[in-house]
């Protein structure tokens, strides 16, 4: 079974025009190729997004990297703002 590429009526699988519009339906062969290349397009995605998930991390990386050295920076001043006069 197989449904029309314009109507979406369900239709035999093999049949070169829509029983419902007569619109001419893809060959086998069309949709075969047309399913490998969804099949393409849906694994370039799913790198894309794995290489985006790794760029975020790296982001995070860098974020926590910066939040360390601040709160470092910070104790360091607090060190000199308590350490008494003298020492
Ligand atoms: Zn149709």
């Known amino acids: ?4 590429i314009n109507c979406g009526n369900q239709h035999q699988d093999g049949v070169r025009f829509c029983r419902f519009c ?3 339906q893809p060959s086998e062969q069309l949709l075969a190729r047309l399913r490998a290349e ?8 799913l ?8 760029a975020q991390n790296d982001a995070y990386a860098r974020l926590e990297a910066m939040r360390l050295q601040a709160e470092a920076a910070a104790r ?3 060190n000199q703002q308590y350490r008494p006069p003298g020492w």
């Not at 099949?39 to 995605?45: A, G, N, S, W």
């Open 1 to 4: 079974m197989g449904f029309c």
């Open 22 to 24: 007569g619109t001419a």
């Open 38 to 45: 969804s099949e393409q397009i849906r694994l370039l995605v």
């Open 47 to 54: 790198q894309m997004q794995q290489q985006q998930a790794h």
């Open 76 to 78: 360091n001043q607090q």
